[in-house]
């Protein structure tokens, strides 16, 4: 099962970019790198598969849609120049407490959870759509940003039932949990 999942993995594995940097003419290649590469981004939307998978059942799906709509909605306040306060403090929240949901391991009600990453989702996106006037194609822009989300939460789904499935005494999801957490707490320190 991990050769057939290898793949996905790898694709899961990039390194940390500055993300909010954006030259304009941009399109759909920069919309798919700004999560994929953003490290803050990255570890939030890998959380939010992560987390989908714990709860399981629907919210597999149900969770990462949630924070698609969501970060839509905030993407769409970001065109507008609708302001969100404190975006970046939100994103590097999210990543904290996120993590520490995971590292929690606590059944959450599905709307609840479906709430809980959409709040999240708001600052993701409207640090994405407050970009997106000064690049030349914004619809292409944000068709990447969504695909490349789709993708990490994809990567997360997939990391969370490998490290449910792995035979060991520890519980590998609620340790990324904490270590993704920690490094929330360490993005936030920067503010």
Request: net charge neutral; aromatic share 10%; charged share 5%.
């Amino acid at each position: 099962m991990l050769k057939k999942l290898l793949p996905l993995l790898l694709l899961c594995w990039t390194a940390p970019a500055f993300s909010h940097e954006i030259t304009s003419g941009a399109g759909f290649v920069t919309g798919f790198n700004h999560p994929v590469l953003g490290f803050d981004h990255l570890l939030a939307m890998l959380s939010v598969g992560l987390l989908s998978t714990q709860l399981g059942g629907h919210a597999i799906w149900r969770v990462p849609l949630a924070f698609m709509a969501f970060m839509l909605v905030g993407g769409v306040l970001g065109v507008f120049a609708i302001a969100v306060p404190f975006v970046e403090i939100g994103i590097a929240l999210s990543v904290l407490l996120l993590g520490g949901a995971i590292a929690l391991d606590k059944r959450i009600p599905l709307y609840a959870a479906m709430a809980f990453v959409g709040l999240f989702a708001i600052f993701h996106g409207h640090a994405h759509g407050a970009e997106m006037p000064e690049l030349a194609s914004p619809v292409l822009y944000a068709l990447g940003f969504l695909s490349g989300t789709a993708v990490i939460h994809i990567c997360g789904v997939a990391l969370g039932f490998i490290m449910q499935n792995i035979n060991v005494k520890w519980p590998l999801t609620r340790i990324a949990g904490v270590a993704i957490a920690a490094t929330g707490g360490y993005l936030l320190m920067g503010f």
